[in-house]
């Protein structure tokens, strides 16, 4: 059952039709015992029988689907990975030739407003390393072999994703816990309404001039808010059911997990890397929200206008920076 | 590609020592033997006993860089008698090797064969003597537990005499081991000395002996290969026996041969077979009689073979007769179709072989059973010839030597049975005078009355002494002195558990504390002695198709523990010095051990044989002398794998031998008697390992002559039937002449008369072969057998029956007494068919092929153990959904005779094996005793890997009327989700 | 050289288990960890046929496809083995395996692999050949020692065959001709491509 879900999860969210469609195991009692009459029969599922060890994985005589698996992992999911990955990065730079750094609308204003309290960034970037570190521990276990192991040799190799392994083991709990905290800190800033409509009618600002109107969160943030929490629990889900070896599926759940986390992953990979382009290099006065947490007023109007508005309204005015502190408070 | 590395980076990631610990029960060797040294330091320390007697298994992988010794022995589980080759280095058992050679195995084993090694790791093992001292186990050593337990003893002998110790022997003793043993109770001065056969095969010995002569196999595993059509029945020796598959299995491919499973149960046997036949436990003679209706029927039968060969069979006709096809499919569920199609297979499509086992055995009727199985042989003409024959397939490695040298209550050993003639035939052999002997028992009637079986012991410990209705000797059991046995063998554990508690002093002399240490609530008076495998000592074991085998000490006994040879000699020592003690003259270690050879407080095993050799004359044990069995395992390879013969290429010394001599191998060994490798073989010349039908019962009666017509071995002189040899009889024909003069003198030393197997000088047996004559006689085997409660086997509902509707028309047998005993038979199933309705399931058991027996050593070897891991009950998928019970989900089950409230605890296997209405266990579980865990119980550290409960918690009363075998087949149980 | 392969005979074999515990025996193979297994298909039913299954030594083995370390290697008899002092326990083997080959002890952090440990076709591994170090690792490499895998020599009916596969396709042949009957070889569809032609 969490299967059907999960598959149905998969396709839905991810909308990867591609996914190999995964033949339960029912098995069929064939009346002959030879190995192709039976797979015949079964059109290719597991050849399953009674064993008398309690590893009932082993009762599995043959898993044809092993063989999808490798085709997947080994095709599949080298190409996604790929085109996703350096898809994106080549399309961001494509974007930064073009469109350039995007600048703050009439300079920097010197006064800041708190965008993020020291709790939020925190935990952006508790997730923020976790994820960097995942990431980077999972594609170095599909393209490691072909582009870290002729560099490094064998040994180094395999030390190096041994303890990429155990990092990926141990950083899926702060990761998970860090996504619950999203959700719960940032949701009710991301829900979807009808400014966001109109601001991607038009096309968020990024092509053209004339920034729409945003609240706190634009849609397109709020778009890699509800990415990051879905995807990230799609990934996390799998990722338990693979950490936990057999305790929550077999093996065909294990290898569906696996289709989902990696595919999940990577295409998470490359929304995180057109994400980490926005925030940084691709427009000036992003960074400080994740890092001081005070951002530029201009930067903030420009962007936010609707939460500007709010907040100044709230009278949380916002603050001079701190080489204008001298000004009025002592 | 990668390519080998240097040693230098080993060992980073250890696989063995990674694994240590992490998992139950899952020490590797390294990882147990750097525990089992710091044991032994703390344990020796506590007891102040110095270390150095503890002889640790040190071990470590094979070195390839030192040399290794080949040893030979043979596996110590089934009857096959598969060849162990142990590959030795420094005295470390270090690896196995397929025993390519060995005509009966061909390099191959089953499970339990595959992993004998771990015997000698011993993780589990009785490590040293132990006793319970107010129910904690403590240690002891050698001489203080031997002088306690024989003070015991003398105390039971002088309070209660000697037929108040019940010596139970093993079906894992050498032939050796168990001659001794049969000798060292009668020295006692009891009959009351048994071993496993009581419970597997006894009603298989009494049934075919009764027919044609000798208790065993007549044909061979190999022999099979010949035949054409096959039927097991009652048997599983896909689990039981699985090296005997590769012949059963080569014969049906090469042959093209039928293979006819018969059972209630699809068992992993059934699964190759050409034609299934599923029954109702306990209808095997209707099956048997539905079977002959439809030979006699359609004249299928074998005419000159009757004619010439049986004896009786028209009254077989006229029970048969009634055995119409509608009645068998009325009783027994069988349609008649089947019936008919299996009837002309096995009485057409010839070779036919009947093979069975304990399905047949375990029976109210288990003798009756038998006597019908043989019937069909007879009728078919189907006993006597190469690809025929009733192929039994004993239990243990060593059942059948240990039933041959009489660990029965009986026989002395090799059948001589109990009279005055065996007693004096034994005393001339012993070198001790008869009346001495007398002088030993009660009395001369108790010496003559058979003990007790070994499935009744607990009766005969609480029932009162009465002649008429309780027990018939001095005094109740007082003593229990077991070698090699587990105590969840027999039926009625709930029975057995007050009985062991009522015994003043239990010995355990084992490898394993078993569970006889632990099932009852004794604490006090228990001892355990650790006794080592067969496989740190040495001497011969007879597999089921006779074949003589010696095998050679592959290590030195680990521990503290020691042969059983040795442990005798040091018992009877201590006995004696216990007698003395108390001011008493009866002595045994002297007179025992008198004719052996003893080194170091051992009698050594050769000298046992070659006393064997002397005395084990009825059976042919006499030619296997030390020298020619070790001369059979080195050249193992010159035998041919179907006629087991030694070949042209063979050296010398053992060409045209068969295969381990088995007996009867008649005379002398120099006479160099090949050995009997078909029984009743009329095609061979006895001198070459023919033979007829033995004249046990006389030469004729009412009228009718029951020796054989116009039948003899080839190259007889004689050319009808003959009576069996006596000095009376040779001197009728004039060829008491031939006799040499010292042959004359031996007859004449032991008072001028003697029959053929009396004659220690062998001359009888020699001059009749020189006339190519059986010393035994030649005649008819007995369809009718009249000594027995059933002349003609008829069919008698079981006990414990859901077919409470048959009872009327097929009872049981009315109450009687055997065995110094009572037998219940109609008054317990007129009470069972009250409660029929509240049990409404079949159970039946059987084997696994991981374990073996009561399963203590089997589910000590973690090899084995890891592949059962829980006890369970096999559930037809009907009954089962009818009890909302799951595939491996609890259950519980309870039988009629159990305590009120009580069940049994185990896992559900929902599976078509079994029929609607059957339930099948197996029976190899213990530790576990109507829900009590009792591994706390076992000496720390000698605790079963895997316990669970045992089957005989559930089973209930039954016993055949001949052997008291139990009834272990069929009884009835409840079964509900747990 | 020759090409390795196990050949299991259905119609023989019959669940007797030696296999399995021959393989802990001359491995030393701990409790939990089984190479080797015997699975029954179509249980207590006509038809029913156990088979034995261990690692095939597959031709193009998946296990060495998708192993994210590269720690397979196949020797010039054509046996698959892997090297356990590159393998990070990861179980992608295992997801790939047809046969269900693949075993790891318990060890890692949430319960999670250690190392995988498999048949060996009774070849040892990357270590020394027959040295002490190579046994402790991977077991006993009877290859080296010019003997077959112990479990099917000492197999009870000898449905279990091991050695070159032209050899002992040979030898089912001849018994399937002989017998006139044949479940096919199992497990040679899957790990060989080819069956054995009749």
């Known amino acids: 059952m969490m299967i059907r879900i999960l598959a149905l999860l998969a396709i839905l969210v991810l909308g990867l039709g591609a996914v190999p469609a995964m033949a339960q195991g029912t098995t069929a009692s064939p009346s002959l015992a030879d190995e192709r009459a039976v797979q015949a029969l079964l059109r290719g599922e597991t050849v399953h029988g009674r064993i008398t060890i309690p590893d009932q994985r082993a009762a599995n005589l043959i898993q044809p689907e092993g063989r999808k698996w490798r085709e997947f992992h080994n095709v599949t999911l080298a190409w996604v990975g790929g085109i996703a990955v350096l898809g994106m990065l080549a399309l961001l730079s494509v974007f930064f030739l073009v469109r350039g750094r995007i600048p703050i609308e009439g300079g920097r204003s010197g006064r800041t407003i708190l965008r993020f309290n020291a709790f939020e960034r925190a935990n952006h970037w508790m997730v923020a390393s976790c994820f960097i570190v995942l990431a980077l521990s999972g594609l170095n276990l599909t393209f490691g072999r072909h582009v870290l192991l002729p560099l490094m040799g064998p040994e180094a190799f395999t030390e190096v994703s041994h303890w990429g392994k155990y990092a990926h083991n141990f950083l899926a709990f702060p990761f998970t816990l860090g996504l619950v905290l999203m959700l719960l800190i940032w949701v009710k800033d991301n829900i979807p309404n009808g400014t966001d409509i109109r601001w991607l009618k038009a096309g968020g600002g990024l092509v053209g001039h004339g920034e729409p109107d945003s609240g706190r969160f634009n849609a397109g943030q709020k778009g890699i808010f509800w990415i990051t929490v879905l995807g990230g629990a799609a990934v996390a889900v799998t990722g338990y059911m693979l950490i936990f070896p057999f305790v929550f599926t077999d093996v065909t759940g294990m290898q569906l997990s696996h289709m989902i986390h990696s595919i999940t992953a990577v295409l998470l990979i490359a929304v995180m890397l057109a994400h980490i382009y926005i925030g940084t290099l691709g427009m000036d006065g992003a960074v400080e929200a994740m890092t001081t947490g005070q951002v530029d007023l201009n930067w903030a109007k420009q962007h936010h206008n609707l939460w500007v508005a709010e907040e100044l309204a709230k009278g949380r005015a916002a603050t001079p920076p701190d080489t204008a502190k001298a000004a009025g408070a002592d | ?978 | 050289m020759a090409r390795m392969k196990f050949l299991l005979d259905s119609d023989r074999c019959i669940e007797c288990n030696a296999c399995v515990t021959a393989c802990k025996n001359e491995n030393e193979v701990p409790w939990g960890i089984n190479r080797r297994r015997v699975v029954t298909l179509n249980d207590g039913k006509a038809g029913e046929r156990s088979v034995s299954m261990a690692c095939m030594h597959c031709t193009d083995a998946p296990c060495a496809a998708v192993c994210p370390v590269s720690c397979f290697y196949t020797t010039a008899d054509a046996v698959v083995l892997h090297d356990k002092d590159l393998c990070i326990g990861c179980g992608y083997c295992f997801y790939a395996c047809p046969f269900a080959a693949p075993q790891y002890p318990r060890l890692g952090n949430f319960g999670s692999r250690g190392k995988m440990d498999k048949c060996t076709f009774c070849a040892g591994g990357p270590q020394e050949d027959l040295s002490e170090a190579e046994y402790i690792q991977y077991g006993a490499n009877r290859l080296a020692e010019g003997k077959l895998p112990l479990c099917a020599e000492m197999c009870s009916t000898k449905a279990l065959l091991a050695g070159d596969g032209e050899v002992i396709a040979q030898i089912y042949r001849e018994r399937v001709q002989k017998r006139g009957y044949g479940s096919g070889a199992w497990g040679w569809l899957t790990a060989y491509r080819e069956s054995v032609a009749i």
């Not at chain 2, 397929?98 to 061909?106: A, G, K, L, Q, Y």
Request: net charge neutral; glycine share 8%; charged share 20%.
């Open chain 2, 1 to 978: 590609m990668l390519i080998k590395r240097s040693e230098a980076r080993a060992g980073r990631q250890r696989l063995a020592a990674a694994y240590a610990g992490l998992s139950s029960g899952g020490l590797d060797r390294r990882a147990f033997l750097k525990q089992a040294g710091v044991t032994g330091v703390g344990l020796s320390a506590l007891g102040a006993i110095p270390l150095t007697t503890m002889r640790p298994a040190a071990a470590g992988p094979v070195n390839h860089a030192e040399p290794v010794t080949r040893v030979k022995n043979i596996c110590t589980h089934c009857s096959v008698g598969c060849t162990v080759t142990a590959e030795v280095q420094n005295g470390v058992w270090v690896g196995q090797e397929p025993s390519w050679d060995s005509p009966i195995n061909r390099g191959t084993h089953c499970a339990k064969g595959a992993s004998v090694r771990e015997i000698v790791h011993g993780q589990r093992r009785t490590k040293y003597p132990m006793k319970l001292v107010g129910g904690q186990w403590q240690r002891m050593s050698w001489d203080a537990a031997l002088t306690e337990i024989a003070d015991k003893l003398m105390a039971v002998r002088q309070a209660s005499g000697p037929d108040s110790v019940f010596w139970l022997g093993s079906a894992k003793f050498s032939n050796e081991g168990s001659y001794l043993y049969r000798k060292m109770a009668a020295f006692w001065g009891t009959n009351s000395v048994d071993h496993q056969a009581r419970i597997c095969h006894s009603t298989t010995v009494a049934g075919v002996a009764n027919t044609w002569g000798y208790g065993a196999m007549t044909n061979s595993y190999n022999d099979i290969r010949n035949a054409k059509t096959m039927i097991i029945m009652g048997g599983n020796p896909a689990e039981a026996h699985p090296v005997s598959l590769q012949h059963v299995l080569s014969g049906k491919e090469q042959n093209r041969a039928n293979l006819i499973v018969i059972d209630p149960r699809f068992t992993r046997t059934a699964a190759h077979a050409t034609e299934y036949v599923r029954i109702r436990p306990g209808t095997d003679i209707p099956i048997i009689w539905g079977l002959l209706w439809h030979i006699f029927q359609n004249n299928w039968e074998d005419k000159d073979f009757i004619r010439q060969r049986v004896y009786g069979m028209d009254e077989v006709r006229a029970e048969v007769a009634k055995w119409t096809p509608a009645e068998v499919e009325r009783v027994a569920g069988v349609p008649e179709a089947q019936m008919r199609k299996v009837a002309e297979l096995f009485a057409t499509q010839k070779p036919s072989t009947l093979i069975w086992c304990m399905g047949a055995t375990q029976k109210t009727v288990g003798t009756a059973n038998v006597r019908a199985y043989s019937i069909l042989l007879l009728a078919t003409g189907n006993v006597g010839s190469a690809g025929a024959g009733a192929n039994i397939f004993r239990g243990h490695c060593n059942v059948q030597g240990a039933t041959d040298f009489g660990l029965d209550v009986t026989s002395l050993p090799a059948y001589y049975g109990l009279d005055a003639n065996a007693w004096r035939h034994w005393s001339r052999v012993w070198g001790v005078s008869y009346e001495s002997m007398v002088a030993r028992f009660d009395s001369q009637t108790m010496m003559e009355t058979p003990g007790i079986p070994t499935t009744r012991y607990f009766d005969a410990v609480t029932m009162p002494v009465n002649a008429q209705t309780g027990l018939a000797q001095r005094d109740n059991l007082k003593a229990m002195v077991v070698f090699g046995h587990g105590g969840n063998t027999v039926t009625r554990m709930p029975e057995a558990v007050k009985g062991l508690e009522k015994l003043d002093l239990l010995v355990v002399a084992d490898p394993h504390p078993t569970s006889f240490a632990v099932m009852s609530e004794r604490k006090d008076n228990t001892y355990l002695l650790p006794i080592c495998s067969q496989f740190e000592t040495e001497g011969t074991r007879t597999s089921s198709n006779r074949s003589i085998q010696w095998g050679f000490k592959v290590v030195n006994p680990i521990f503290e523990s020691k042969d059983d040879y040795e442990a005798m000699y040091r018992l009877c020592g201590a006995i004696d010095a216990a007698a003395a003690k108390r001011n008493m003259t009866f002595r045994m270690q002297a007179e025992i051990f008198a004719p052996l050879e003893v080194i170091d407080n051992r009698p050594t095993p050769e000298s046992i044989l070659r006393e064997i050799n002397r005395g084990a004359i009825s059976t042919g044990y006499t030619g296997q002398s030390p020298e020619r069995m070790k001369l059979h395992m080195q050249h193992q390879d010159k035998f041919d794998l179907v006629t087991l013969r030694a070949r042209d290429d063979a050296p010398e010394s053992i060409r045209g031998d068969f295969y381990g001599l088995p007996w009867p191998c008649w005379g002398k060994p120099e006479w160099r008697h090949p050995g009997t490798h078909i029984l009743y073989n009329t095609n061979l010349h006895v001198k070459q390992g023919g033979g007829t039908f033995r004249a046990r019962f006389g030469v004729e009666r009412n009228g009718v002559s029951l020796l054989a017509d116009g039948s003899y071995s080839q190259g007889s002189e004689l050319t009808d039937g003959y009576p069996e040899f006596t000095t009376a009889v040779m001197a009728r024909l004039g060829w008491d002449a031939e006799l040499t003069a010292a042959e004359k003198a031996s007859i004449q030393a032991q008072g001028g008369s003697a029959s053929w197997a009396t004659d220690l000088s062998m001359g009888i047996i020699r001059v009749t072969m020189d006339h190519g004559v059986m010393a035994y006689g030649n005649a008819k085997a007995r369809a009718n057998a009249w000594n027995l409660p059933d002349p003609i086997p008829v069919h008698r509902e079981p006990i414990y029956t859901p077919r409470t509707d048959l009872i009327a028309q097929y009872p049981t047998l009315p109450d009687r007494r055997a065995f110094r005993l009572p037998h219940l038979g109609q008054s317990v199933q007129n009470r069972a068919k009250d409660l029929a309705p509240n049990f409404p399931i079949i159970l039946t058991s059987g084997r696994l092929v991981e374990y073996e027996g009561g399963g203590e050593e089997t589910r000590s070897n973690p090899w084995l153990a890891e592949l059962q891991q829980d006890m369970f009950v096999e559930i037809n998928p009907r009954d089962a959904s009818a009890r909302n019970i799951r595939d491996g989900s609890w259950v519980l089950v309870n039988g009629p005779e159990m305590p009120q409230g009580k069940a049994t605890r185990m896992k559900a296997l929902v599976t078509e094996r079994v029929g609607p209405g059957v339930a099948f266990m197996p029976f190899h579980f213990a530790g576990w005793f109507m829900q009590e865990d009792q591994r706390s119980k076992y000496p720390q550290g000698a605790d079963p890997i895997v316990l669970g409960e045992s089957v005989n918690a559930i089973t209930t009363y039954g016993y055949d009327p001949v052997t008291f075998m139990q009834e272990a087949k069929v009884t009835l149980c409840q079964i509900r989700a747990a």
